[in-house]
């Protein structure tokens, strides 16, 4: 009930607004809001663009344009403010500082991969930016890597909806359940994974950032 009423929402919004109804909904969704349909707008507006009168070109460039953004925003977000939410709380929920400098190290080692392959993941995609920054992953890397993401994101869906027509939006659903089960089974993992390792990564981690972190007693100042 909820993926219709979102799919309907989506079409409706991007037959009124076409580009920048894909550029809000693509880049909202990139910062921080899972609910919101970028995926299913950028489908959309592709499948039914000669109908709407859009440009193809035009969609990918909207559907691109908002997660480098978003996702920009995002990052920013993480940097300034999700940092220092780590420093302050992150301990009473199991991120110590030895946990913090896991996610430092993580990004350092694995920041672009995590980025540009997470433009592809459902939720992940909206909060890889804020972790990004929260992680201190390097600026100029954050941006090469979520530009490239969104692009290929974009151009990848864009042109597969284009050449599939009207026949894509009865499956529009379904693919979002599919993606989104997916999604949980890669994040599952994941944290399995991360526990599994997580004395390993640990030493790796303050190998890697000796001593106090920014912000934390006997580290730099925020």
């Not at 109908?51 to 480098?68: E, F, Q, S, T, Y």
């Not at 030895?98 to 993580?106: A, E, I, R």
């Not at 659903?173 to 004395?199: M, N, S």
């Amino acid at each position: 009930m909820l993926l219709a009423s979102l799919t309907g929402f989506a079409s409706g919004f991007v037959q009124h607004w076409g580009y920048l109804a894909v550029f809000l909904l693509a880049g909202l969704e990139s910062l921080c809001v899972p609910f919101l349909p970028g995926e299913t707008a950028l489908l959309t507006a592709a499948a039914l663009a000669s109908k709407l009168h859009l440009a193809i070109g035009g969609v990918i460039a909207a559907g691109a344009a908002g997660p480098i953004v978003g996702g920009s925003l995002g990052y920013a977000i993480g940097w300034w403010g999700g940092y220092r939410l780590l420093v302050r709380y992150g301990a009473r929920v199991g991120l110590a500082q030895p946990q913090v400098k896991v996610t430092h190290y993580l990004f350092q080692r694995d920041g672009g991969k995590v980025v540009f392959l997470g433009r592809f993941v459902p939720v992940l995609r909206s909060f890889a930016g804020l972790l990004a920054g929260a992680g201190r992953m390097s600026p100029v890397s954050f941006l090469a890597f979520n530009a490239a993401g969104s692009a290929v994101w974009a151009t990848a869906y864009g042109l597969a909806a284009y050449a599939a027509g009207s026949t894509l939006l009865s499956l529009n659903g379904w693919l979002a359940v599919g993606f989104a089960a997916l999604a949980v089974a890669a994040g599952l993992a994941g944290v399995l994974l991360l526990r599994r390792h997580a004395a390993r990564l640990e030493a790796r981690a303050e190998a890697a950032f000796p001593g106090p972190l920014e912000g934390y007693p006997g580290g730099p100042p925020l």
